[in-house]
């Protein structure tokens, strides 16, 4: 086993309008930024490209940003009910959750639902009180009423000390004290490698994938993502498809791809800890296995239907 000291997997959640996109797009901006000054590269950013892809960090459920030489795999959750499992899947995914809300409204009933799986599925989460710069901000009130919500549902002491930072996600300022943010989000981006564990995986065993999201591309077909949970994955290799019902059909790999920015970059191989997708497997579903042809194991099963859960 090996601590890849080098990847975070974060989950992102949080109320509608709270500030997600906003706070994202900040973190895409800042994290070329440290990497550019760490080449010494001097370019100005092309404000018409960030633009464009403010469009799009919109609809990107996996984004993954770069800092001090970690790459951080940011998921998106979907924002109140569950459809299909779906939360569940993302936290089985990610190994802790930044939890964004608003400095004035405080934590949302609509996210409490996303929350408590999150705990259950014994992460931590780094609360983040978004939009302090609105004037009848009232941060410490609000750490309060999360701090309660937290132990509403059932965190065990070591969740409910949950570090929190402040930010103004509008001008990408973040601060572990309310009164004094830093021009930058470096107190957020230091706080995610200090407080989410790294994943600690098996890079040399037998390959296992858990398919959990499926998507179509036009060109591409059928794209299937989730978390490399042990071993390498290369293009082409032998692998076989173990289905939920446990059949068993071989499968072969046409495409690896990471998450970059909000792009999805093609690549040789991956290790596992990494969220990757992968692509020239066309018959296979969520919750199943893929794995290595000659040792076939299959994953502890994930939830993949169930009622929708209605918040009140
Ligand atoms: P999302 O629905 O959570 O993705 O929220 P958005 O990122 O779209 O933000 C919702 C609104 O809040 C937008 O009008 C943002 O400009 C605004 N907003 C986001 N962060 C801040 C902040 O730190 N301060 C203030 N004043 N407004 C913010």
Not at 50 to 65: D, F, P, Q, W, Y
Not at 75 to 98: K, Q
Not at 156 to 162: G, K, L, P, Y
Request: glycine residues 8%; negative net charge; aromatic residues 4%.
């Amino acid at each position: 086993m090996i601590q890849r000291t080098d990847l975070r997997n974060i989950a992102i959640i949080a109320h509608v309008d709270h500030g997600k996109t906003t706070l994202v797009d900040a973190m895409l901006k800042q994290s070329r930024i440290f990497r550019q000054n760490q080449q010494v590269e001097e370019r100005v950013l092309d404000s018409n490209a960030l633009e464009r892809e403010r469009g799009i960090t919109i609809l990107a459920k996996n984004t993954a940003v770069n800092y001090r030489g970690v790459k951080i795999n940011i998921v998106d959750t979907p924002g109140h009910a569950d459809f299909g499992g779906e939360v569940e899947r993302v936290m089985n995914m990610v190994d802790g959750v930044l939890l964004l809300v608003d400095a004035v409204d405080g934590p949302m009933p609509q996210t409490k639902f996303v929350l408590r799986k999150a705990l259950q599925a014994g992460h931590h989460a780094i609360v983040v009180v978004n939009k302090i710069d609105r004037p009848q901000a009232r941060p410490n009130h609000v750490v309060n009423e999360t701090f309660d919500l937290f132990v509403d549902l059932g965190a065990t002491d070591e969740q409910a000390e949950f570090a929190t930072i402040y930010t103004n996600a509008l001008l990408g300022h973040a601060g572990r004290s309310p009164l004094k943010l830093h021009d930058s989000l470096e107190p957020l981006f230091e706080c995610i490698l200090d407080r989410i564990p790294p994943p600690t995986v098996d890079v040399e065993g037998p390959v296992q994938f858990l398919v959990t999201t499926s998507s179509y591309d036009e060109y591409k077909g059928k794209i299937l993502t989730g978390r490399l949970v042990r071993g390498t994955i290369r293009k082409g290799q032998p692998l076989v498809r173990i289905a939920r019902d446990g059949t068993i059909s071989p499968v072969k790999v046409s495409q690896i791809f990471v998450y970059n920015g909000l792009e999805r970059q093609e690549v040789e191989q991956a290790q596992a800890g990494d969220i990757i997708a992968i692509a020239g497997i066309s018959d296979a579903a969520i919750g199943d296995t893929i794995a290595d042809a000659l040792a076939p194991e299959a994953l502890p099963p994930i939830k993949v239907e169930e009622p929708t859960v209605r918040m009140t």
